[in-house]
């Protein structure tokens, strides 16, 4: 594994790989950007197969959140953490303080938060070691409902764009992961009268959804050839790829998931194809905003209403692409890499 070229390739700044025995804490700090900002990303816990697929993750989740701070129009950078382990563990305060004193050594440069296999009582723990932490009870707590509301705000964008009509109302769309922003996004969705399909590898939390929404549950390889408007993942990433997309019988690709796509090249097979895609560092962008405002002081209601202004940043997204022709990731990260090297050229990197 070539460490210095898979971090050259997309210019990252710093990754720190962290090791407590103690209590078996194996950690891994990836620094995309500080143009715009300390770097902000939550911590990922989970059971990678190996040792370079959560350096990959980590690489590739903290470029993300670069580009998902400049889109939105954050102040902040793009970091990542991943922990390396079974995420149902016990041993959380060791863990979990272990990783605090980890990101303390770099004295604001990241701030953690909670991901996928992680809480706000893990933040807790990392409270404890740093102050560098958000998503803390009391505090913006869980962003779930937050990126929720973002994701749904931008279906109904990509529905504007793709049918004429932002009315969700007898539209379907099938939700791959009904965990926490997947349940806010059902019930958003079934708000406005969506018809859901539904998927999951825990089967509790879709008979949750199946009772409360009236969604239908279809088999985890399913999900792909379901005959619907949108098609929402909102689990782990990659699953538009090259076994999936002949599958697809979406018109849209709008989820809370990040790096839906397993390649750039999946992309451009959406955008030759009809598909429309709502960039995932996008449309997820609610979780990054809820925590930006706990930061700022924000109230709840202002942190909602950001989140709500993806449906607008969405729409100029979707108008560049077709003025200029390119699939829509491409005219994100155009956006994106516009507004940092605007803000670079008038300060340096945060320290």
Not at 161 to 166: I, N, P, V
Not at 235 to 257: F, M, R, S
Not at 322 to 336: F, G, K, L, S, W
């Amino acid at each position: 594994m070539e460490l210095f070229s898979m971090m050259g390739e997309h210019e990252h700044e710093q990754i720190v790989v962290c090791h407590e025995p103690s209590c078996g804490y194996k950690g891994i700090i990836a620094i995309h950007n500080t143009v715009l900002g300390p770097a902000l990303g939550g911590t990922r816990f989970w059971n990678y197969a190996s040792d370079q697929e959560a350096f990959v993750d980590a690489l590739r989740l903290s470029r993300g959140m670069t580009y998902k701070a400049a889109v939105a129009g954050l102040n902040l950078g793009g970091g990542k953490s991943v922990i390396v382990g079974d995420p149902k563990t016990t041993r959380r305060e060791e863990i979990f303080r272990a990783h605090g004193r980890f990101v303390e050594t770099l004295k604001g440069r990241y701030i953690t938060a909670e991901d996928v296999g992680t809480s706000p009582d893990d933040m807790e723990f990392v409270a404890m070691e740093t102050e560098h932490v958000t998503g803390r009870h009391g505090a913006s707590g869980d962003p779930s409902p937050v990126t929720a509301y973002g994701v749904y705000r931008g279906i109904k964008a990509a529905a504007q764009a793709k049918f004429g009509s932002d009315d969700l109302a007898g539209r379907s769309v099938s939700v791959q992961g009904v965990g926490h922003v997947g349940y806010y996004l059902c019930q958003y969705l079934a708000g406005e009268g969506a018809q859901l399909v539904v998927t999951d590898i825990d089967q509790e939390r879709v008979e949750v959804v199946v009772q409360e929404f009236g969604a239908r549950a279809v088999g985890l390889n399913e999900i792909y050839g379901v005959e619907v408007d949108v098609y929402a993942p909102s689990a782990l990433g990659a699953t538009i790829n090259d076994e999936t997309i002949p599958q697809l019988k979406a018109q849209i690709v709008a989820g809370a998931a990040n790096n839906v796509l397993a390649e750039a090249r999946h992309g451009d097979e959406l955008h030759r194809r009809g598909i429309l895609y709502a960039p995932d560092y996008v449309i997820n962008a609610g979780g990054l905003i809820n925590v930006f405002g706990e930061l700022n002081g924000w109230s709840a209601e202002r942190s909602m209403r950001k989140a709500g202004d993806i449906y607008t940043t969405l729409v100029d997204i979707f108008s560049l692409a077709e003025a200029e022709n390119v699939p829509t990731y491409v005219a994100a990260d155009r956006i994106a890499e516009r507004r940092i090297e605007s803000i670079g050229k008038i300060q340096s990197t945060w320290v």
